[in-house]
T-cell receptor, first 113, second 111 residues
Framework: DGGITQSPKYLFRKEGQNVTLSCEQN?????MYWYRQDPGQGLRLIYY???????QKGDIAEGYSVSREKKESFPLTVTSAQKNPTAFYLC????????????FGPGTRLLVL | QKEVEQNSGPLSVPEGAIASLNCTYSDRGSQSFFWYRQYSGKSPELIMF????GDKEDGRFTAQLNKASQYVSLLIRDSQPSDSATYLCAGTQGGSEKLVFGKGTKLTVNP
């Protein structure tokens, strides 16, 4: 059963806390992406990775960190430096040779307590 | 700043009508364009992509691209209530695989 999974579905963060969002894919996709979606806004790119052990900042990387130790996994950490973390976080991946064609996971909704 | 612009709507059409969704982009280097459908509270789902000028048809959906006018559109024929969603337009940033997304157009199909 192939696909992109994200967990948890909902996540609550306390002030000053770091939280990590999981993104896993078993599609053998090379490239993976993290986006943030706010109400009434387009998707904004946080980080992306085209190969294992390499990743680049997107348009709004401040307050976030990522790792890409395995092809299948691209976790996103929302650090305490991110002052407005409440949003819908979407992970996407692209097939080999079609790096611009992105498929999305189900998303994680992050709320601040 | 590379931008993709969409009319936020809402666009309301009766069941069975043609829904026309439009998108303009500022980056002349953009090569590929994508339409995603996003139901409320869900993640975007890829429904169409287009690389070449002209029309591309897939079932009830037709994507149209005019690079000279920097214009992309999505036509949905025989609209159904299940088509009610927000439709996101995205284009590649010139020379890269990164996508720039519009804010989306909310479509409502009335039974």
């Amino acid at each position: 059963d192939g696909g992109i999974t994200q967990s948890p579905k909902y996540l609550f963060r306390k002030e000053g806390q770091n939280v990590t969002l999981s993104c896993e894919q078993n599609l053998n996709h090379d490239a993976m992406y993290w986006y943030r979606q706010d109400p009434g806004q387009g998707l904004r790119l946080i980080y992306y990775s085209q190969i294992v052990n390499d990743f680049q900042k997107g348009d709004i990387a401040e307050g976030y960190s990522v790792s890409r130790e395995k092809k299948e996994s691209f976790p996103l950490t929302v650090t305490s430096a991110q002052k407005n973390p409440t949003a819908f976080y979407l992970c996407a991946s692209s097939p080999p040779g079609q790096s611009e064609t992105q498929y999305f996971g189900p998303g994680t909704r992050l709320l601040v307590l | 700043q590379k931008e993709v612009e969409q009319n936020s709507g809402p666009l309301s059409v009766p069941e069975g009508a043609i829904a026309s969704l439009n998108c303009t982009y500022s980056d002349r280097g953009s090569q590929s364009f994508f339409w995603y459908r996003q139901y409320s509270g869900k993640s975007p789902e890829l429904i169409m992509f287009i690389y070449s000028n002209g029309d591309k048809e897939d079932g009830r959906f037709t994507a149209q691209l005019n690079k000279a006018s920097q214009y992309v559109s999505l036509l949905i024929r025989d609209s159904q209530p299940s088509d009610s969603a927000t439709y996101l337009c995205a284009g590649t940033q010139g020379g890269s695989e990164k996508l720039v997304f519009g804010k989306g157009t909310k479509l409502t199909v009335n039974p």
